[in-house]
């Protein structure tokens, strides 16, 4: 089997650091779609098979718009850096519930010097955060289980923004206060950029994936949806 993503793909996203304007872009779009886009959506088809196997309420959704592969272009409209696209790869495999990439999702980041598997709930709204706090707070050693679960801690850590106080309604000597002050609930894992350029890729971005069924499937039950058929 052949490699999914090549050393193309990571000279483009090199070359676009140092050339992100519209006229670059325009002038090299072709291979954009030919080292970026096709491999990407090529690799989404291929995680399908390994999603089904451990998160079949997750979905593989290869469409150039509105699906897995989030897009390029980057909003800048209330953002002081006014840099046209992003300068990563993007890949979110959310939840069949989930109409954003606020939804419990795994995910993918590639770019040129970072690569990293993610699983969680990025940025959720007030109403989901509430949930997710309560639901730590009524099951705490559930919470602690999956975090502390062995593989999971030696690959992954939690990341995300935190509150500096605790929300309203938590004391601060709560033993977990300090996932309760969390405004992101995600776990990554850094992997080295050679891997991406593995033929048998989506097996292996499919084994760090599956470390993280506890910690989904705990946020699945904290937001009311369910993690399995």
Known sequence: ?????TGATFTFLRQLVDNNNREWFAAHKGEYEAHVREPARAFIRAM??????FAPEFIADDRKVGGSLMRIFRDVRFSKNKLPYKTNIGIQFRHRQGKDVHAPGFYLHIEASEVFVGAGIWHPEADTLKSIRSYIDAHP?????ALQQKEFAQWF?????TL???PK???ADHPLIEEIKRKDFIGIAPLVPELMLEPDLPALVGGYFAVTVPLMRELCRAV??????
């Not at 399908?48 to 196997?53: D, I, M, S, V």
């Not at 009311?224 to 058929?229: D, Q, V």
């Open 1 to 5: 089997m052949a490699a999914i993503f």
């Open 48 to 53: 399908g098979p390994e999603l089904a196997g």
């Open 141 to 145: 050693t559930r919470w602690q289980d």
């Open 157 to 161: 850590h939690m990341t995300g923004d």
């Open 164 to 166: 500096s106080r605790p």
């Open 169 to 171: 309604g938590y004391s």
């Open 224 to 229: 009311g949806i369910p993690y399995e058929s």
